[in-house]
């Protein structure tokens, strides 16, 4: 029983070896970007959604969270979060194009006299400015959102793909 034990402990180190010299690894893009801000706070617009966004800058890409709320009648709440990884930078700074995914409420609509935020999930392509000053991201996406059921369980909305269209402008802390 202690032979197994020593040898579980000898695979477990191997494995943790081989995950710091692991080749798949994404590149760090942003590595040399130290005059960028790495925490930024802002606003924009998702589709129908009108949000403050707070961003991370790291060498692996840009991670974000969304709030804000619909603009529908009843203003109903939602939020995303998401990242974006550098696919092809164009210029001096760290412009170009991103791709990425991101989770969480893609649409609000009416069902039953009630309003209803969608879940869902999706990835986009964005051309994203970034500088010492300011990150701007316009980027277009394509997701698959829950399906909706009313009080009684039946099927409103079934699973279907949602495509959106969004534009941030944040700023530096």
């Known amino acids: 029983m202690k032979k197994l034990y020593l040898l579980i402990a000898v695979l477990a180190s ?84 991103y791709l990425g995914v991101y989770a969480g409420h893609l649409d609000s609509k009416n069902y039953g006299g009630k309003q209803k935020g969608n879940l869902g999930v999706g990835a986009d392509l964005a051309f994203v400015w970034l500088n010492s000053e300011r990150i701007s991201t316009f980027s277009v996406g394509a997701g698959v959102r829950d399906k909706i059921e009313d009080a009684s369980g039946n099927t409103v909305k079934k699973v279907e793909p949602v495509f959106q269209i969004s534009y941030t402008l944040s700023f530096g802390l």
């Open 14 to 97: 191997n494995g943790f070896v081989h995950a710091e010299e692991n080749p798949y690894m994404p590149e760090a893009k942003l590595k040399g970007a130290k005059d960028v801000a790495a925490w930024n706070i802002g606003a924009g617009f998702t589709k129908k959604l009108l949000h403050g966004n707070l961003e991370w800058v790291n060498p692996y890409g840009i991670a974000y969270a969304k709030v804000g709320a619909f603009l529908n009648d009843d203003n109903e709440l939602g939020g995303q979060v998401g990242f974006r990884y550098p696919y092809y930078l164009t210029g001096t700074d760290k412009n170009g194009y």
